[in-house]
């Protein structure tokens, strides 16, 4: 291969990777972050949502997902219409403080906006605008592109594996983060 830097030409050889049985998995899971949010980042700036704050994604994204068969209300994931304050801040793992900067941002930029809850008039709910909804959906774009060239690289059972493995690393993260 030959770069370019300023006038001069430099001819540069690549460097093969290591197999990937050989490699270890935090590595492979530091290159393969970029994966979801790239494709999603592409579909978000080509339908003309360049103003997501980090994060918005997976809030826009949960907000507008069905909760997948099997998963309890308790379990903190986002997956409704409507959430409130406190079931979106336990499910960003981040602070509180952080959850309500990026919740503000949303609002500001007419992707959320809050509602009294219904049940609770002392709660606030979360909700997704027109807005938000069709950023979701070039989210939800994203998601399934990645999805797709995952089921053409890897078998149903690899794609199980792959599941397991990571479910195993979020159980993980969940016991290390109450120890």
Do not use: C, K, W
């Not at 980090?54 to 998963?71: E, I, K, M, S, T």
């Amino acid at each position: 291969m030959n770069l370019t830097y300023g006038r001069e030409r430099h001819s540069v050889r690549a460097v093969p990777s290591p197999a990937v049985e050989d490699q270890e998995i935090l590595v492979l899971l530091v290159r393969a972050r970029g994966g979801y949010g790239n494709t999603i980042s592409a579909h978000l700036t080509a339908a003309g949502f360049d103003d997501l704050p980090r994060n918005g994604p997976f809030v826009l994204g949960g907000l507008a997902a069905p909760r997948p068969a099997g998963v309890s209300a308790e379990t903190p994931t986002l997956a409704r219409s409507a959430v409130s304050a406190v079931e979106l801040i336990r499910s960003l793992g981040v602070t509180r403080q952080a959850a309500s900067q990026l919740i503000d941002t949303l609002v500001l930029r007419g992707y959320l906006s809050r509602e009294i809850n219904p049940d609770d008039r002392r709660r606030m709910n979360i909700v997704l605008t027109e807005r938000g909804r069709t950023a979701a959906a070039a989210i939800r774009a994203g998601i399934d592109q990645v999805e797709a060239e995952l089921a053409e690289a890897l078998s149903p059972d690899e794609i199980a594996g792959l599941r397991a493995g990571l479910a195993a690393l979020g159980r993980i993260r969940e016991r290390t983060e109450r120890d």
